[in-house]
């Protein structure tokens, strides 16, 4: 019964050091921003997404040496 951005504040606020990205279909502009300017969010990325752009994404976040 919530939508993606009050998900996320959930999510952020039992593990704040969690980064999150947002992948959606829908374009709402005030939810972005709201999580873009409360660093809920880290990235929004739309559909239909590039898959070796999510994996590059993760990578840099997340680099394994």
Same mark, same amino acid.
């Given at each position: +019964?919530? #939508? +993606?951005?009050? =998900?996320?504040?959930?999510? @952020?606020?039992?593990?704040? !050091? @969690?980064?999150?990205?947002? %992948? *959606? $279909?829908?374009?709402? *502009? !005030? $939810?972005?921003?709201? +999580? %873009?300017? !409360?660093? =809920?969010?880290? @990235? &929004?990325? $739309?559909?239909?997404? #590039?898959? #070796? !752009?999510?994996?590059?994404? %993760?990578? #840099? =976040? &997340?680099?394994? *040496?």
């Amino acid at each position: +019964g919530m #939508n +993606g951005i009050e =998900l996320i504040k959930t999510i @952020k606020s039992k593990t704040p !050091e @969690k980064t999150c990205l947002m %992948l *959606s $279909a829908y374009y709402i *502009s !005030e $939810a972005i921003e709201m +999580g %873009l300017d !409360e660093s =809920l969010i880290y @990235k &929004y990325i $739309a559909k239909p997404w #590039n898959r #070796n !752009e999510i994996v590059n994404l %993760l990578s #840099n =976040l &997340y680099p394994t *040496s």
